[in-house]
Nanobody, 118 residues
Framework: QVQLVESGGGLVQTGGSLRLSCAARGMIFSIYAMGWYRQAPGKQRELVASISSGGSKTYADSVKGRFTISRDNAKNTVYLQMNSLKPEDTAVYYC????????????WGQGTQVTVSS
């Protein structure tokens, strides 16, 4: 059974940085695309960034130039480096896996809360 465990969230001021991690278990991590998603209160879950098995990256327009997705196949972990954070980045962040640039085949984990204060 695939298990995804997100970590690294917290409270940060506007302009600050955080690095999120998502550790995957129970899957052949290297062959799948991985994605980071977020859900703010009262809003739908949205794709933030994804990375293919080959390392190709896609980003939501709202985070381009500020966020960077990366993966370490040896550690079965995907990362999201978030810089220049804004209050509108406040949300619960989740990771998921799949085959496309919007990889959300798996069950959602508990997520990690990111709060950006103004």
């Amino acid at each position: 059974q695939v298990q995804l465990v997100e970590s690294g969230g917290g409270l940060v001021q506007t302009g600050g940085s955080l690095r999120l991690s998502c550790a995957a278990r129970g899957m052949i991590f290297s062959i799948y695309a991985m994605g980071w998603y977020r859900q703010a209160p009262g809003k739908q879950r949205e794709l933030v960034a994804s990375i293919s098995s080959g390392g190709s990256k896609t980003y939501a327009d709202s985070v381009k130039g500020r966020f960077t997705i990366s993966r370490d196949n040896a550690k079965n972990t995907v990362y999201l480096q978030m810089n220049s954070l804004k209050p509108e980045d406040t949300a619960v962040y989740y990771c998921n896996w799949g085959y496309s640039t919007d990889p959300r085949i798996g069950s959602w984990g508990q997520g990690t809360q990111v709060t950006v204060s103004s």
